[in-house]
């Protein structure tokens, strides 16, 4: 980490998206929270601020009048992609999910003065580059964390997955392996919460038409949603079988909203996720990560093999009999979701950034 000398922290300048997707919902949260401490001048990537982050979004764009770059600047953006700042020192906030970086992410992550990630997995990842890193937690906005806890009364067990259609999501498996664990039930259903911006209409009919296939009318697909409180109050289970994330928001927002969760004991996502408040399906070996579309072979991740497919299947089976006991609270998993909020994640990295100076 270098130090630089500013005259406090009077200003941030914050270059990151600042729309409804990924990113941008990573970055709309730091701004609003990041406002009730300092100035911050913002300069937006793209553009598509929620009405929640709407005051902050314009009182950030209205200091660029004054903006200075002597100001520290934060950029939240793919570790690909970090040349651009407006100031010194230069902070990066990347969340990325392969083991593996090219020497174009090598490069734009040690040209910064300062690299913020959010996990030790992602850490770890870093310092078999050489790459120095802090540690800042993600988080859920307040709206989870302010949510009735107490499940609604639906006469079905329902099954949540939350995540664009994405073969490192496991969704090229999950329809298989709820087939295999409820194989004539009607009183189960799988929500799919899986809208991908990015695929063509062809594709998106692709990923679907595989589920309904395995599961009939048992399957459910819903448009993008931002607020999903009153759906997973609904569900009783979280499904993520993911191969690799960078943080994975909807497994912890299920589980600070009460929820279980079935998940794989890999990548990011292991730094809220325990044998406490989680099914954990463990990962014996990696693969290299190739989807044919994002992916090529250019790192690896979690192998979902027959071992993973009957731990799978063994949790799902266990939720449904919880379900039927009317044991429907994940009391370790609200505790969890207290600790990892956005309103601490940008308090942490507010004392960060202040602290850049005091190094020199």
Known sequence: MRGFFYLGLKMINLVAPINKVSYGYVASEILYYLSKKTEVALFPISIDPDEKYVNAYNKGIANQERWSHKNPSLRIFHEFDLALHAGNPRIAYPFFEIDTLDPRRVNHLSNQDLVIVASKWAQDILSKYKIASEVIPLGINEEILLADKIPAKVNKC??????????????????????????????????????????????????????????????????????????????????????????????????????????????????????????????????????GKWFFNTGNWAKLGKNQIDQSIEYLRKAYGLFYENKRVNEAGIETGKQFTFENTTEKLYGIIKSISKDC
């Open 158 to 291: 329902i099954f949540m997955t939350i995540g664009k259609w994405e073969t490192r999501k496991g969704h090229d498996v999950l329809h298989k392996i709820f087939k295999a664990a409820f194989p004539k039930e009607q009183d189960v259903e799988l929500w799919c919460f899986a809208y991908n911006p990015f695929l063509s209409s062809e594709e998106k009919q692709r990923w679907e038409n595989n589920y309904r296939v395995e599961l009939g009318n048992r399957v459910k697909f819903f448009p993008r949603v931002n607020n999903l409180t009153q759906y997973i109050q609904m569900a009783h289970c979280g499904i993520f079988l993911s191969r690799a994330e960078g943080w994975n928001l909807g497994l912890l927002e299920m589980m600070a909203m009460g929820k279980y969760v079935i998940t794989t004991n890999c990548s990011a996502h292991t730094e809220f996720c325990n044998n406490d408040n989680s099914n954990l399906v463990q990962i014996d070996e990696l693969e290299p990560a190739y989807d």
